[in-house]
């Protein structure tokens, strides 16, 4: 198996950071950051939760020692016991998973398995916080390294947007127009904290996932003058411009500028404002490496999320959700040549379960997401002992009153659902 891991082990000097090829435990113990890999130049926030010392035991362990640790907690926890694991995690984590996926996909799945005394969610906080919302109250929600954040999620807190819509609330006021329409609906994208998504569903708001991101912005269209979305500029900017928004109708929030950094003029002409955030591993795509790839292989089709910035997007021949990217490789003619522009782990993960095509990743250098990165199979082992003797680590919980709200924000997605 060429699982990123191996790859970063035999060859650290061709990858982004030499870094990578460290145990996580070493940057717990360093600095707060967001550890080696594509968003390790990010700015972790001052309020983002630390990860204390994992004990040395499991930071010693060969990786088979890890495995048979983690397989005999599995065994004897049983149906107590549900572990998801993103698609971005790296392989030697995701073989243990019960259900591997994307974040919502992950959160649904841990709603099959509700007799689950815990949950252990191989991704990051956002995503953890999910399952805690969407969860029962008895269920534990567990994060096994607490350092695993988003730096895209924290580009966006909640102090920064509620200051936000008082300045917009200023200019546009709160009536609605003859239509019934409100001047603004805000749109959280899943990668957000639970702050947010409560936010959203206090403001008559909604979330939305890189699946049904243009579905979400009709529904808020019905219902409002304008919206305000929120972390993922580029996501939002490729989905308002698919469905036919001028990129002059879509200005720029920059939280840390008076008004965003906008005058009152284009605010008011504004269609969607699309909050200042990024997400680091798909800021590494260049429309260079899209003409690299045709260049090198005249027949290549060319995939790429939607988190990546809009010149790769125009440039790609599709663009799509993690769970696009999947059935488009799954449906593909035998033979098929793939460049693909998302997080190493999946993309290296399809070129192995898909041995019948050429799948490469757009990005020649080996930069997983650093967050996920964060989670080894060493934590994973942690906190399953942890459960075998009876205690819970790392346990993600959020605050009922902003639970509920974030709820109502993800219910109106699900009805949005076409
Ligand atoms: S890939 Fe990007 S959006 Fe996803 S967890 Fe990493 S930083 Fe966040």
């Known amino acids: 198996m060429t699982s990123v891991d191996s790859i970063v082990q035999a060859a650290p000097a061709a990858t982004c950071t030499p870094d990578l090829a460290d145990g996580p ?75 591997v996926g994307d974040s919502f996909q992950l959160a649904n799945a841990a709603l099959t398995r509700p007799d689950a005394e815990a949950i252990v969610f191989c991704g990051v906080h956002f995503m953890a916080e999910t399952a805690d919302i969407l969860s029962r109250d008895e269920q534990a929600v567990i994060l ?47 990668n957000s904290s639970a702050a947010l998504k409560a936010f959203c569903g206090d403001h008559g708001g909604i979330v939305c996932t890189s699946s049904n991101a243009a579905t979400v912005l009709e529904w808020a269209f019905e219902r409002g003058q304008r919206v305000l979305f929120f972390p993922d500029q580029h996501l939002g900017r490729n989905t308002a411009k698919a469905m036919g928004i001028g990129l002059d109708a879509m200005p720029m929030w920059n939280p840390r500028k008076p008004l965003g950094g906008n005058d009152e003029a284009s605010l008011r002409d504004a269609r969607v404002l699309l909050w200042h955030g990024f997400c680091s591993v798909h800021r590494r795509f260049t429309v260079a490496q899209v003409e690299q790839a045709r260049a090198e292989h005249p027949d290549v089709r060319v995939i790429v999320h939607p988190e990546c910035p809009m010149p790769v997007v125009d440039a790609a021949d599709e663009s799509g959700s993690t769970d696009y990217i999947r059935k488009a490789v799954e449906a593909a003619p035998a033979g098929t040549t793939f460049a693909i522009g998302t997080e190493i782990n999946l993309v290296q993960r399809l070129a192995e379960e898909h041995p019948e095509h050429t799948i490469f990743c757009l990005d020649p250098v080996v930069c997983p997401c650093s967050t996920m990165y964060r989670i080894h199979p060493g934590y994973l082992a942690w906190v399953l002992d942890g459960l075998l003797e009876g205690r819970v680590e790392n346990r993600i919980e959020v605050a009922p009153e902003v639970a509920g709200s974030a709820r109502v924000a993800l219910e109106r997605m699900l009805a949005a659902k076409p």
């Open 25 to 99: 435990w070493t940057f717990d113990l360093q600095p707060p950051g967001y550890g080696p890999g594509a968003s390790m130049g990010d700015t972790i926030p001052d309020a983002a939760p630390r990860q204390g010392v994992l004990p040395e035991a499991y930071t010693r362990m060969s990786p088979e020692e890890l495995d048979a640790r983690i397989v005999a907690a599995k065994r004897t926890l049983g149906d107590r016991l549900v572990v998801l694991g993103h698609f971005y995690q790296r392989d030697e984590v995701v073989k243990h998973a019960d259900f």
């Open 144 to 190: 096994p390294n607490l350092a695993a954040g988003c730096s895209m999620a924290d580009m966006a807190d909640i102090d920064s947007v509620e200051q936000c819509w008082a300045e917009l609330e200023a200019i546009y006021g709160t009536e609605p127009d003859a239509d019934g329409r409100v001047p603004v609906i805000p749109v959280t994208y899943m």
